[in-house]
């Protein structure tokens, strides 16, 4: 309260001049700060965010394709046909795909199946473990890949299992 009537005196003690001049310095040092503070840090937030939306609407549409991916694949789970044992549909798949006499097909604990080959074309292989998830239900667990000097050709060991009535490892 003091401070108050400190400036009032002195306020009081002005000239007319010396009023205009203190007040037309203190609008231009309010509105400076107004704009320091509030307009530029404002328009260089605008500016980034312009910089930035053309990426963020990017990535929304790639989740809206995933999101849509996702929904057929989990209605195409529920139409795969599903095999009990993925032992007798991965042996004779390889046998008709892989050319039978180089895999080696080998059932496991718990239901799986080793499938090892010492030499097999990378192609073949990825269209062959697609043909056996979209026709068997049946899904790889575990792989390991080595690729060989020949272009185009791998070692392979790899572990399949039936996927579970929900879809799920």
Not at 3 to 19: C, G, K, P, Y
Not at 142 to 168: I, N
């Amino acid at each position: 309260m003091k401070t108050i009537a400190l400036l009032r005196q002195f306020w009081m003690e002005r000239s007319d001049r010396e009023r205009q001049v203190l007040a037309g310095t203190g609008l231009f040092v309010l509105l400076a700060a107004l704009y320091a503070f509030l307009w530029e840090p404002g328009l260089a937030a605008r500016q980034r965010l312009a910089v930035a939306l053309p990426t963020l609407r990017a990535q929304v549409e790639d989740m809206r394709a995933q999101q849509r991916e996702i929904a057929a694949l989990r209605r195409k789970i529920g139409t795969t046909p599903r095999v009990a044992d993925p032992l007798p549909a991965i042996k004779a798949s390889a046998a008709a795909t892989l050319g039978g006499s180089q895999a080696r097909v080998e059932p496991l604990a718990g239901g799986k199946v080793l499938v090892s080959s010492p030499a097999l074309d990378f192609d073949l292989w990825l269209a062959w473990i697609a043909a056996l998830q979209r026709d068997f239900g049946v899904h790889l667990e575990t792989c390991s890949l080595v690729a060989l000097p020949q272009p185009g050709q791998v070692r392979v060991e790899a572990t399949f299992v039936a996927a579970t009535p929900s879809g799920r490892l």
